[in-house]
């Protein structure tokens, strides 16, 4: 699990790849800016407002089920 405001505005931040990752909190990516690829397939849950502020996103890989 990724904790709520775990990495808030993390500035070098730039790609994800959490295999094994099933919980996001809520802002744990808030105002990741250079944030821009996101892998977490197993995932089931996303707070509120997790990847918000994400401006750099262009690309989300999330489970296919």
């Known amino acids: 699990a990724i904790n709520a405001s775990a990495f808030v505005s993390a500035t070098n931040l730039r790609s994800i790849n959490l295999p094994e990752c ?30 918000m502020g994400c401006d750099g996103l262009s690309f989300i890989s999330f489970p296919s089920d």
């Open 22 to 51: 099933t919980l996001i909190y809520s802002s744990a990516f808030y105002f990741c800016r250079k944030l821009n690829s996101i892998e977490i397939p197993k995932c089931s849950f996303f707070g509120s407002g997790a990847f």
